[in-house]
């Protein structure tokens, strides 16, 4: 299983400059994050990538607008699940209704999402881990998830693998594997622009 994290949104975007909650709501992505979903889906339909049989993503729009080219790319549906959704904790986690996505997107499969399907309070960690888990236990024994492209956030990344991804980066995991012992629930600063060449 391959677990990427979504293209730079507005939010990300925003809070890497201030430090606080910018106030967006189901933040799209940035130009910036649009060509991180490219990236990703020409590495993906790389010659030596592995073959992806199954895309599963949040029903954030930051989530769906990454997993659109890889869809085109790969010539496969989107499977919608909040499972896979970030962590609770900012504006830009106030989702969009499922009526409005199914509209906005008529060829993924939205059957798996409630019409309000966010919470409407702060999510601990705890609420976190508990949803990778049920996802483990779901996907751990299906004969598939070796082709599944997971399109997830930045929490949800750090409760399967332990790792901290930036946007548009991708892990390997293994759904059937024991879940990390340590989480640092510390969202990853920026990396430096490359240095000019002299």
């Not at 590495?43 to 930051?62: E, G, K, N, Q, V």
């Not at 909040?82 to 969009?96: H, M, N, Q, S, Y």
Request: a neutral charge; hydrophobic letters at 45%; proline letters at 9%.
């Amino acid at each position: 299983m391959i677990l990427l994290r979504h293209g730079q949104s507005e939010f990300n975007a925003a809070f890497t400059q201030a430090r606080r909650d910018p106030g967006i709501v189901d933040a799209p992505l940035t130009a910036l994050g649009h060509a991180q979903a490219e990236a990703a889906a020409a590495r993906l339909a790389a010659a030596d990538a592995p073959a992806i049989t199954r895309i599963i993503a949040s029903p954030y729009l930051r989530a769906l607008q990454t997993a659109a080219p890889i869809a085109r790319r790969l010539r496969l549906g989107v499977e919608i699940s909040p499972l896979v959704r970030e962590r609770f904790k900012f504006a830009c986690d106030i989702g969009t209704p499922r009526s409005a996505l199914a509209e906005a997107w008529p060829r993924h499969d939205f059957s798996a999402v409630e019409e309000f399907w966010w919470p409407h309070r702060e999510e601990g960690a705890a609420g976190v881990i508990e949803r990778a888990a049920r996802f483990r236990a779901l996907h751990a024994g299906t004969p598939d998830h070796h082709g599944t492209l997971v399109i997830s956030h930045w929490g949800f990344i750090l409760a399967m693998t332990g790792q901290s991804i930036g946007n548009g980066e991708c892990v390997a995991c293994d759904p059937a594997a024991a879940a990390p012992e340590t989480l640092l629930w510390q969202a990853p600063r920026p990396r430096p622009p490359a240095a000019e060449p002299q």
